[in-house]
């Protein structure tokens, strides 16, 4: 499977350590600003895994969520937040992700994330 994982984040400096981390891992990584580049990049090229911010302007986490398992209903797809979620996005991300990260994570959540996803 292509190791390459697209990252989807509207801050630059979480999408950027993010892809440090990945790495360290020995992955590829490509970053994205808002759902729709996420979208345009997943349509132009081959990601084994997407990890993408539920709050960002323009198009939520959760909307990109249900637009590339639509899709793309293999892609895993992994959230990250630094905030609770509310009923029905948590309902929505045990259904439809591949797994959730709270911000901040460490090393070792990024790790177990891999392993799981085996990307």
Known sequence: MN???????????MSSLLS??????EYESVRAGDGFEALEKISQADFGM????MRMPNMSGLDLL?????????????MISGYAVDDD???LVNSMADGFLNKPF?????????KKSTV
């Not at 249900?66 to 992994?78: L, S, T």
């Open 50 to 53: 997407v990890i993408t911010d």
């Open 106 to 114: 460490k090393m070792s959540d990024i790790e177990d994330m891999l």
């Open 66 to 78: 249900r637009k590339i398992k639509e899709k793309y209903p293999d892609m895993p797809v992994v």
């Open 3 to 13: 190791g390459k994982i697209l990252i989807v984040d509207d801050n630059p400096n």
């Open 20 to 25: 440090e981390m990945l790495e360290i891992f």
């Open 89 to 91: 996005g948590n309902q």
